[in-house]
């Protein structure tokens, strides 16, 4: 896709159609969930993702390691209200960034955030990466960015804290 999304329309809406649409692009990963994560709104949600709450542009994953290269999100039906998405370009809020301040930029590609996710099941999630990685060269190869799973700010000096804070609030 151009804009790092696609949208295919008119799928198929039968048992285990998402897993033929997957296939075509390659190996599924799997993860706690199993090969497919299925969402639905429930009465007593244990994550966002069950509710029909909008959510803030965020990275989906970011404490896994590595994180999906690709996300496929496959709406069989919907009958709840709500639940609104938006897509972010989230190299491109980078690059911007890198554009209007390039020390809040440099911070976050120095510094590591952690991200944590304690699942059911006992199951626990931790990465520790920057918010915006730089490859050897230079090159923009990943973005995090995630309120509801940013663990404690640790790995940043005292002296850059207050730096650091700035470009995140900003980056957000």
């Keep these: 896709a ?90 491109r809020a980078a690059e911007r960034l890198r554009d209007e301040n390039r020390e809040w930029f440099d911070v976050l590609t120095r510094h590591c955030a952690r991200f944590e996710y304690a699942g059911e099941a006992g199951v626990v999630l931790r990465s520790r990466r920057p918010m915006i990685e730089l490859a050897p060269d230079g090159e923009l190869i990943a973005v995090r960015f995630n309120n509801r799973s940013a663990a404690a700010i640790t790995d940043v000096p005292f002296d850059e804290m207050e730096t650091y804070y700035a470009a995140y609030r900003r980056f957000g």
């Design 2 to 91: 151009r804009h790092g999304f696609g949208k295919l329309t008119n799928g198929p809406v039968e048992d285990g159609a998402l897993m033929r649409v997957v296939a075509l692009f390659g190996y599924v990963r799997e993860t706690n969930y199993g090969r497919h994560f299925e969402v639905r709104t429930t009465v007593n949600p244990t994550n966002l993702a069950y509710t029909g709450l909008g959510l803030q542009a965020h990275t989906d994953n970011p404490y896994r390691d590595p994180v999906p290269s690709i996300q496929v999100l496959y709406c069989l039906e919907s009958s709840a209200a709500g639940g609104e998405n938006m897509v972010v370009d989230g190299f």
